[in-house]
């Protein structure tokens, strides 16, 4: 959103040649026009936003912080207190100063009280207009993406790297929570969790193993450390008791459901091979299938596994350049949603 963000770890990976274009000017929140896109939100009816801040603008290097970064972010947050809309603040959205990124950024340990340090400088700058924190966005993705898929920065095929980055993010995650609240006791923290209904391809035995082992390692890791202290994956366990009941809401990210078979050619993905039925309602890349059942699904997990813990659906979408799938997707979604408000499961909002 803000553009010219050139000293993380993401601008790097684009200026290697590792992705598909590079992200420029990006909407130019950095140069103002953060007040045309919140004048729209606001004029659509729209009483809320989430939006992220960069690490690497507040603490440029690691003896300095940027207090003029500090107060760009406090003049966007008292935009939208101006426009009568709630801001949900994101502390990590995937990104880190290259100077962390050069010390192993999560694969060490030390990153846990850094993260700490930045977040108490952050909140304590921007809690006059923020009172609703999102610790870390998706840890399950930025860790299996980078560390055992290779899609994004580093680029590592490792499964035990993955599990130790979302090792730590959890435990950084734990110390932010304590930390925001020493702050701001009224405030509510927690994470945004990218979860992903899956179904067996087949009546196959294998197909229904390997469905259990790829669910539980994208969607049960990070959430198991939550819920029991201790973060469970296919190949180990990691202890983290700090890390018990350390959220205030639970944030959902839903955009589809997998159809998981055996392939004994992908060791790297534990031998799971992850898809969409053939005949779905696709979007223009085919990189979301339109599942809208896969959403009602997804809260019914969220209510029984947190009972009574306010739920924010904090990402929704599907990309859509001509926006010939998005209206039926978000309507279609948004009638599972409503299904399950009428069940008095505590959905209390939606950001898309």
């Known amino acids: 959103m803000e553009g010219n963000n050139t000293n993380n770890q993401w601008w790097k990976w684009e200026q290697e ?13 950095w140069g103002g026009r953060w007040r045309e896109d919140f004048d729209r939100a606001a004029e659509a009816g729209q009483n809320a936003h989430r ?35 709630t801001p949900m603040v994101t502390l990590h959205h995937f990104t880190e100063p290259l100077w962390v990124w050069e010390r192993g950024a999560w ?3 030390d990153i846990v009280p850094l993260f700490e340090k930045f977040v108490r400088k952050t909140v304590d ?29 580093p680029g590592v095929n490792n499964i035990q790297r993955a599990v130790q980055v979302e090792a730590n993010m959890l435990r950084a995650h734990a110390a932010a929570y304590r930390a925001i609240h020493e702050i701001q006791p009224e405030a509510r923290v927690g994470y945004a969790l990218h979860y992903r209904p899956m179904v067996p391809r087949s009546w196959s035995p294998l197909d229904k193993i390997m469905r259990d082992v790829r669910y539980s390692g994208i969607n049960m890791a990070f959430s198991s450390g939550i819920s029991t202290g201790a973060l469970k994956s296919p190949v180990g366990n990691v202890s983290i008791p700090e890390a018990k009941d350390t959220q205030d809401y639970l944030g959902i990210n839903y955009y589809s459901q997998d159809a998981i078979s055996f392939n004994p050619f992908k060791p790297k993905e534990l ?39 306010p739920i924010l659906v904090t990402e929704n979408g599907v990309e859509d350049a ?31």
């Open 125 to 153: 700058a921007l809690k006059e207009y923020c009172a609703l924190w999102c610790t870390v966005n998706e840890p399950n993705v930025y860790a299996l993406s980078g560390y055992a898929n290779g899609a994004f920065p």
């Open 107 to 109: 694969e060490n340990a």
């Open 271 to 309: 031998f799971t091979h992850s898809g969409f039925p053939a005949d779905a309602d696709f979007s223009e890349n085919n990189f979301i299938a339109n599942i809208p059942e896969g959403f009602f699904d997804t809260l019914k997990w969220a209510v029984r596994t947190y009972p009574n813990l």
């Open 17 to 29: 040649g590792h992705t598909n274009g590079k992200s420029g000017l990006a909407c130019d929140w």
């Open 51 to 85: 939006l992220s801040v960069e690490w690497s603008r507040i603490q440029p290097a690691p003896d300095r912080w940027d207090e003029d970064a500090l107060e760009r972010y406090r003049v966007m947050l008292r935009g939208l207190k101006e426009r009568g809309m």
């Open 322 to 352: 001509d926006d010939h799938m998005r209206p039926r997707y978000l309507a279609q979604h948004i009638h599972q949603m409503w299904r399950g408000v009428n069940f008095n499961w505590p959905v209390k909002g939606y950001f898309h």
